[in-house]
């Protein structure tokens, strides 16, 4: 249940930072979150991962469809890639890796609990 609300929360405040501030506030995001909900380092990762790649895939699919592929199209042919389909993909990696590694970097600069 905590996963699910670390999820929901990544997510939820990547897309409304995603629109108030420029595109880096993804890291803080990731931070924040992992601050708030501390998580052991790999489930850290991949929980903000998961949620900003989906945020940012999401708003970028969105917006590509809105304005008919073009800026896809014209962004998948300087990347070299086959098709205008794969930069929501490409953009969600890149905002996936942006928050999951600032996530882990909070995860595993805690202090340990020692039994």
Do not use: E
């Not at 993909?89 to 890796?97: A, M, S």
């Amino acid at each position: 249940m905590r996963t699910l609300i670390y999820i929901l929360s990544a997510l939820a405040l990547t897309i409304i930072a995603g629109y108030l501030f420029p595109w880096w506030v993804v890291a803080l995001v990731g931070l924040w979150i992992q601050l708030l909900l501390p998580l052991r380092a790999g489930k850290a990762f991949g929980c903000t991962f998961l949620a900003a790649f989906l945020g940012w895939a999401v708003v970028a699919l969105y917006y590509d469809i809105n304005n008919h592929h073009i800026l896809s199209g014209r962004m998948a042919t300087l990347f070299g890639l086959p098709s205008g389909w794969l930069m929501p993909l490409v953009t969600g990696l890149i905002g996936g890796l942006v928050a999951g590694l600032s996530a882990l970097t909070l995860a595993l600069l805690r202090p340990r609990k020692t039994a």
